[in-house]
């Protein structure tokens, strides 16, 4: 199965300053058809996930544009702009070109 | 618009079956998949499996393997995961979401297990 590896873990962050959190592949995602297969959401404690970027760089419907999902291959990265204190919550990416998906362990953001 | 509605909570006892339902509505039922995600007190997401809407043709992470069904009902756009064996590391909020690019989900379903 494929391993994502996500970097950091726990992100502490200011309101109003850049994070950025990455996500890193065991395989390419890179698919024939020239998409890459990586999404990112956001879980908050009592919701259901919320899909933010989905094939790497595209941003779902309804998101902010303070989040940025840029990438390809291996090395994807998540950025958001400039922190609010709704984006507090786990991040994972997730990737969905083999048959077995899987997610990343989780990168924890919180405000400082 | 799109909705997925699962099932209320579960308790059970080390050993037996669940049975989760998600009905969806606000679109053309077999023209997605349904996955499933689980996440346990504390822990990431895992997913479990999805399975198709058209065929219902499943397709399992290999850690559930063997103890795990996915099905779905057409004719109600019902899908259904039934874990059986249950054990305590099962104690989790189960989700559905339609598939590919999970943007809609189901509100979950926490499942506890316990003797």
């Known amino acids: 199965d494929i391993v994502l590896t996500q970097s950091p873990l726990s992100l502490p962050v200011t309101p109003g300053e850049p994070a950025s959190i990455s996500c890193r592949s065991s395989q390419s995602l890179l698919h024939i058809d020239g998409h890459n297969y990586l999404d990112w959401y956001l879980l908050k404690p009592g919701q259901p996930p919320q899909l933010l970027i989905y094939l790497g760089s595209n941003r779902a419907s309804g998101v902010p544009d303070r989040f940025t999902g840029s990438g390809s291959g291996t090395d994807f990265t998540l950025k958001i702009s400039r922190v609010e204190a709704e984006d507090v919550g786990v991040y994972f990416c997730m990737q969905a070109l083999q048959k077995v998906w899987t997610f990343g362990q989780g990168t924890k953001v919180e405000i400082k | 618009q799109v909705q997925l509605v699962q099932s209320g909570p579960e308790v059970k006892k080390p050993g037996a079956s669940v049975k989760v339902s998600c009905k969806a509505s606000g679109y053309r039922f077999a023209t997605y998949g349904i996955t499933w995600v689980r996440q346990a007190p504390g822990q990431g997401l895992e997913w479990m499996g999805g399975?198709?809407?058209?065929?219902?043709?499943?397709n399992y992470a290999q850690k559930f393997q063997g103890r795990i069904t996915m099905t779905v009902e057409t004719s109600t756009s019902t899908a259904y995961m039934e874990l059986r064996s249950l054990r305590s590391d099962d104690t989790a909020v189960y989700y559905c979401?339609?598939?590919?690019?999970?943007?809609?989900w189901g509100q979950g379903t926490l499942v506890t297990v316990s003797s």
């Open positions: 399975i198709s809407g058209y065929n219902g043709n499943p």
């Open positions: 979401a339609r598939a590919t690019m999970l943007r809609y």
